[in-house]
């Protein structure tokens, strides 16, 4: 498969920006998926609607995480900023990519105090402060 004149001239415009190879690829990849998703339409005959139903469907329908969402989106700004010299209006009312809630990873005093009292050997002395007179872990 031949490489799209298109993404040869977006290749080109990152390495003279001095992007990293890593964002250049996935820039690439990102702008191609866009292109082939609208039916191989080339970008400059779309704009804002198509960027906005594209980084919905990539929430919506393939459940991507956010920060693969931000890179299309970014990918998507760079092209037509950079590579077609288009001034795109601000995007609204995009579905964004839900981000994962971190919860925490927290003992309770009582699993810390079961997880020590099952300590024995050596790993009982990496506990113990280096030997500073500490007698069990459960006095730390």
Same mark, same amino acid.
């Given at each position: 498969? @031949?490489?799209?004149?298109?993404?040869?001239?977006?290749?080109?415009?990152?390495?003279? $920006?001095?992007?990293?190879? $890593?964002?250049?690829? *996935?820039?690439?990849?990102?702008?191609?998926?866009?292109?082939? #998703?609208?039916?191989?339409?080339?970008?400059?005959?779309?704009?804002?609607?198509?960027?906005?139903?594209?980084?919905?469907?990539?929430?919506?329908?393939?459940?991507?995480?956010?920060?693969? !969402?931000?890179?299309?989106?970014?990918?998507?700004?760079?092209?037509?900023? !950079?590579?077609? *010299?288009?001034?795109? @209006? #601000?995007?609204?009312?995009?579905?964004? *990519?839900?981000? @994962?809630?971190?919860?925490?990873?927290? #003992?309770?005093?009582?699993?810390?105090?079961?997880?020590?009292?099952?300590?024995?050997?050596?790993?009982?002395?990496?506990?113990?402060?280096?030997?500073?007179?500490?007698?069990? @872990?459960?006095?730390?």
């Amino acid at each position: 498969m @031949p490489k799209s004149l298109l993404l040869d001239q977006v290749r080109e415009v990152l390495r003279l $920006r001095h992007y990293s190879i $890593r964002t250049e690829e *996935a820039y690439v990849q990102a702008i191609r998926r866009f292109i082939l #998703f609208h039916r191989k339409r080339h970008p400059r005959e779309m704009g804002v609607d198509e960027i906005r139903q594209y980084l919905t469907y990539l929430a919506i329908d393939l459940n991507v995480t956010a920060s693969t !969402q931000n890179v299309a989106l970014c990918a998507l700004l760079f092209l037509y900023r !950079q590579v077609l *010299a288009i001034d795109l @209006p #601000f995007i609204e009312n995009i579905e964004r *990519a839900k981000r @994962p809630k971190r919860v925490p990873v927290v #003992f309770t005093r009582e699993e810390v105090r079961r997880v020590l009292e099952n300590i024995h050997g050596e790993h009982l002395l990496m506990l113990n402060k280096g030997g500073k007179g500490v007698k069990s @872990p459960l006095e730390l």
